[in-house]
């Protein structure tokens, strides 16, 4: 098992940028693939963005060309950086890890998650 802590969430208005941290501790870092999911209040979680163990990008239609995933295997943190943010961006983000390599957009793929961190964009 590995933990993840996600942090970098709060109030923005539409527009500005945000960075989402999220650290990992308890196994070697650099064997699992990252995820960020995020829910919004009444909706179901949706897959944002995702990056491999060799890091390889996967981005979700509605925040491609907005957000960019990145990991920093020396320090076991991965990054969400948010720019151009919308209120529909508004939801608690999830920080998710898996290393059995079954996939990377789903929720299904993960079996790590951290406690959310909250994202409000205020238009």
């Known amino acids: 098992q590995v933990q993840l802590v996600e942090s970098g969430g709060g109030l923005v208005q539409a527009g500005d940028s945000l960075r989402l941290s999220c650290a990992a501790s308890?196994?070697?870092?650099?064997?699992?693939?990252m995820g960020w999911f995020r829910q919004a209040p009444g909706n179901e979680r949706e897959f944002v963005a995702a990056i491999t163990w060799n890091a390889i990008r996967y981005y979700a239609d509605s925040v491609k060309g907005r957000f960019t995933i990145s990991r920093d295997n020396a320090s076991n943190t991965a990054y969400l950086q948010m720019n151009s943010l919308r209120s529909e961006d508004t939801a608690v983000y999830y920080c998710a890890a898996d290393a059995s390599r079954r996939g990377f957009t789903q929720s299904s793929d993960y079996n790590n998650w951290g406690q959310g961190t909250q994202v409000t964009v205020s238009s």
């Open positions: 308890g196994r070697p870092f650099s064997n699992y693939a």
